[in-house]
Antibody, heavy 116, light 107 residues
C-alpha cells in the first residue's frame, strides 16, 4: 500500500524558514518524480515544485522560485521542501504527491502558517 | 504557463442527477488532463487521467472526455458520496496547473 506522510509544518514568523518532509512507502521511491502541492485556506490547489526520481531534474512555481528548495534522499525514501523567506501568502496545507505522471497518491498534508 | 479554466465554479444538484463539469486549457494539451475529487479536510483523490481513463477503483458513473483545449467530467448519476470539489489539472508541461475547482453541493 502506497503511503505518504508529511511532517514539519507549523507556525513561523514572516521571513522565517521551515523544512517539510514526506516519508514514502509502498512503492519504489526512486522510480518516481515527486511533487509538492499546496492549498491556502479555502482556496484551490497550487503546484509548488517537482523533483525527478534521481533528483537530477527540478522545477518550481514562480511563486516560490528562489525561496524554496526541493530535494530527496532515495536511501531514506524521503522527499523534502526547504522553505526560506516565508511570507503570509505561503500559509497553506502542503501535500506531497507521487507523479506517475498524474498525482496518483497524496499525503494527508501538513499545515504551514506564516504569521507574526 | 497554461491556464486552466473550470466551469461552473459551483452547482447545486440532487442525488441521481447527471453532472457535467467543463475545463478549458489556454493552449492545446493533447489528452494530458487529469481530474481530482476533494472532500472537506481530505487530500485530493485522483479520478481520471489521460482525459478519459479511470483510475483503479473509481466508479464507472465517472467519465471524462475531450482533447486539445476542451474537456468534460461527467457523473452519470450523482451519489451522496460524490458531493465534493472537483479539479482539473494539466500535465502537458511544467508548471503543472489546476483549474479553480467546481463545488458540487446538495440542492
Amino acid at each position: 500500500e502506497v503511503q505518504l506522510l508529511e511532517s514539519g509544518g507549523g507556525l513561523v514568523q514572516p521571513g522565517g524558514s521551515l523544512r517539510l518532509s514526506c516519508a514514502a512507502s509502498g512503492f519504489t521511491f526512486s522510480n518516481y518524480a515527486m511533487s509538492w502541492v499546496r492549498q491556502a485556506p479555502g482556496k484551490g490547489l497550487e503546484w509548488v515544485s517537482v523533483v525527478s526520481g534521481d533528483g537530477g531534474s527540478i522545477y518550481y512555481a514562480d511563486s516560490v522560485k528562489g525561496r524554496c528548495t526541493i530535494f530527496r534522499d532515495n536511501s531514506k525514501n524521503t522527499l523534502y521542501l526547504q522553505m526560506n523567506s516565508l511570507r503570509a501568502e505561503d500559509t497553506a496545507v502542503y501535500y506531497c504527491a507521487k507523479e506517475s505522471p498524474v498525482f496518483d497518491y497524496w499525503g494527508q498534508g501538513t499545515l504551514v502558517t506564516v504569521s507574526s | 504557463d497554461i491556464q486552466m479554466t473550470q466551469s461552473p465554479s459551483s452547482l447545486s444538484v440532487s442525488v441521481g442527477d447527471r453532472v457535467t463539469i467543463t475545463c478549458r486549457a489556454s493552449q492545446g494539451i493533447s489528452s494530458w488532463l487529469a481530474w481530482y475529487q476533494q472532500k472537506p479536510g481530505k487530500a485530493p483523490k485522483s479520478l481520471i487521467y489521460a482525459a478519459s481513463s479511470l483510475q483503479s477503483g473509481v466508479p464507472s458513473r465517472f467519465s471524462g472526455s475531450g482533447s486539445g483545449t476542451d474537456f468534460t467530467l461527467t457523473i452519470s448519476s450523482l451519489q451522496p458520496e460524490d458531493f465534493a470539489i472537483y479539479y482539473c489539472q494539466q500535465y502537458n508541461s511544467y508548471p503543472r496547473t489546476f483549474g479553480g475547482g467546481t463545488k458540487v453541493e446538495i440542492k
